[in-house]
């Protein structure tokens, strides 16, 4: 999904905006979904592709939607982030590119990955 940015800017909230398109961060603790334990799909904020099964979803207490593996549909991409004199790996929707967190090697088994998301990256759709 190829938008212009101005286009996007149309089609999301600035915070949403900011946060997708710009590689922000939401603020720890903040996010609508940080809490949210039912049953369901997370899905992309910009184009509704699925990323991430409530099964997955866990506390990790770090202050962001943590999940312990993506969806089925594999629909998560991996990038090197060098940003922050860090080295991390970044997380974001296959489909749009939208920026979605990053990935760590510090979560529960079997998979052993934390999937650190920012809340405003996703909506939850219940079953």
Same mark, same amino acid.
């Given at each position: ?17 900011r946060v997708c398109r710009e590689k922000g961060t ?12 039912? *049953?369901? $799909?997370? /899905? &992309?904020?910009? %184009?509704?592709?699925? #990323? ?35 080295? *991390?790996? $970044?997380? /974001? &929707?296959?489909? %749009?590119?939208?920026? #979605? ?27």
């Amino acid at each position: 999904m190829k938008l212009s940015n101005e286009q996007w800017r149309q089609k999301l909230t600035d915070e949403e905006y900011r946060v997708c398109r710009e590689k922000g961060t939401e603020r720890p603790f903040t996010g609508k979904l940080l809490d949210e334990t039912g *049953r369901g $799909e997370y /899905v &992309c904020t910009c %184009c509704n592709s699925k #990323l991430f099964d409530s099964t997955a979803k866990y506390d990790s207490g770090c202050g962001w939607p943590s999940f312990s593996a993506q969806s089925d549909e594999q629909n998560v991409e991996y990038h090197a982030d060098d940003s922050l004199a860090m080295q *991390r790996v $970044e997380i /974001v &929707c296959k489909h %749009c590119d939208a920026h #979605l967190g990053h990935v760590f090697d510090d979560g529960p088994q079997p998979s052993g990955k934390r999937y650190c998301v920012n809340s405003v990256s996703l909506q939850f759709s219940a079953k």
